[in-house]
């Protein structure tokens, strides 16, 4: 698999939660569980980026793999940020 590296590897199964984290959240009237859900999702895309840099990536596929999971990554922040009622930049 192009993305192998433990922090992807968690990154893609918090991703996975999403729904249900919401869901979850929403049911018990408590937003600070999705906070700090998504608090985890940016603290490891970070860990992640960190570990593994995606333009000095050497392999094309890793890299290419790289950059789709960072689209969905910023998708998903976006997405719970604006479910938080938190506004969100275009760009950085």
């Known amino acids: 698999s192009a993305l192998d590296t433990p922090n992807e590897k968690r990154f893609l199964v918090l991703l996975s939660q999403f ?45 290419e793999a790289r950059l789709a999971l960072t689209q969905l990554g910023a998708n998903y922040l976006k997405t719970g940020l604006q479910l938080l009622g938190m506004p969100t930049l275009s760009k950085m």
């Open 19 to 63: 729904n249900e984290v919401a869901q979850d959240a929403a049911l018990k009237m408590k937003p600070n569980i999705f906070a700090n859900y998504m608090f985890d999702v940016a603290r490891t895309y970070s860990a992640m980026y960190k570990e593994s840099p995606i333009m000095a990536e050497p392999h094309q596929e890793t890299r």
